[in-house]
């Protein structure tokens, strides 16, 4: 009987737990060949801006179109067969950054990398913005430049030599200045005025190619007034700054007439650059070897200048923190433009934002030493560094828009 009962229980044990087991349906992942195949969408390019070619100026391509991007995947976009910067996606459209090429036909690839197939667009040129210029081939040490109102240019070597190079390629030399030129501008009587991290302002008359002592400004105690650039506003003021030195208006008509504007006072600050444009100066200063910040002022009939309007401060952008600015320049829409001693030579600021950005990255040589805008749309970089193995030279670089400075 106890046989019986435990067989009974056994029975229905089994019974029990096969009928648990037929009812469970396994969490197994259904297999990849039973489930239909969905194709990724096809990527089109529907239109781009500039629509055929990239023209002076132009720093950015836009591209128009229908799945350039597949979910949350990346995309790869071609020029002739080079791959280019991205800088911004999206599934209907792309940016892109000029690339450092000029090609005279080809095709744009946009390539996104679960698509199966390519979105192709073209022919599409991109034009040369840039040559070398003033036909400086010895490899010499160049300091400074500057453009008169018939696109000549004048260069200052590290030896104090002037050259002058007009716009059919003739280079001749003129004289020499009295100390290592750090900066140079065109006064408006035709001559020539320089700097040389001095308190003296030299000047250089054009029709006899002499130069001589303009003035030397007083020494102050607590300042170097060793002033190293500016420029002339249309107040009568030279507009001039340093190492260790205020922001100085200097009348032009007569010299000794000082206006400090007594901002720029801290025993460490350094002013790098000056420019003039539309009733402001623009200082570019830095304290010791920190980040350089661009202010502005504005400025008054009587010599005086405003407060400091602050416009960019380079530490809030790590990749610009610690270059040095060489140079500021406008076009003629008031695009400010600033050239670097550093691999990225030359800056455009967006005037919404005030964020900069690389113009014409990969075009430019690095290291530029000074930039100037001319009367007409091009600007002439001095670039070159002997200790980096740079060499030295001129370039011309077609900006797409008119000088503004």
Known sequence: MKNKSQYLAFLLFAISTFAFI??????????????????????????????????????????????????????????????????????????????????????????????????????????????????????????????????????????????????????????????????????????????????????????????????????????????????????????VGGNKTDLLGVNFNTPATIKPAGIYTAATDDIVSIRVHNGYVYVASRTTIGPVKIARHIINADGTVGVEELILDLNDFPDYATALVTSINFDINGTMYLSLDDQNSLLIIDQATNKPDVFYKGLIRPYCKKAVYGKQNFMYLITGDGAKGEEWTIYRVDMGANGGN
């Open 22 to 239: 037929a009812g469970c349906k396994y969490d197994i992942a259904e297999p990849m060949w039973d489930r239909p195949y969905t194709a990724p969408a096809t990527p089109k390019i529907n239109s781009v801006n500039p629509a055929s070619i990239a023209k002076a100026g132009d720093n950015y391509i836009r591209i128009y179109g229908e799945n350039l991007v597949q979910g949350d995947d990346s995309t790869d976009v071609y020029f002739g067969g080079n791959k280019v910067d991205v800088l911004y996606m999206s599934k209907d459209s792309l940016v892109i950054r000029r690339p450092g090429l000029v090609l005279d036909t080809c095709t744009i690839n946009v390539a996104p990398r679960k698509a199966l197939v390519e979105a192709k667009y073209g022919p599409y040129q991109i034009t040369k913005v840039i040559d070398r210029y003033g036909n400086f081939l010895e490899n010499q040490a160049l300091n400074t430049l500057l453009a008169d109102n018939a696109e000549n240019l004048y260069v200052f070597t590290l030896s104090k030599t002037l050259y002058k190079c007009t716009p059919t390629g003739q280079k001749d030399s003129l004289t020499s200045a009295l100390r290592t030129v750090t900066d140079a501008l065109l006064g408006p009587d035709g001559n020539i005025y320089y700097f040389g991290d001095s308190r003296i302002i030299d000047r250089i008359n054009l029709i006899t190619n002499t130069t001589a002592r303009w003035t030397q400004l007083p020494a102050v105690s607590g300042f170097n007034r060793a002033v190293k650039c500016g420029d002339i506003a249309a107040n009568g003021y030279m507009y």
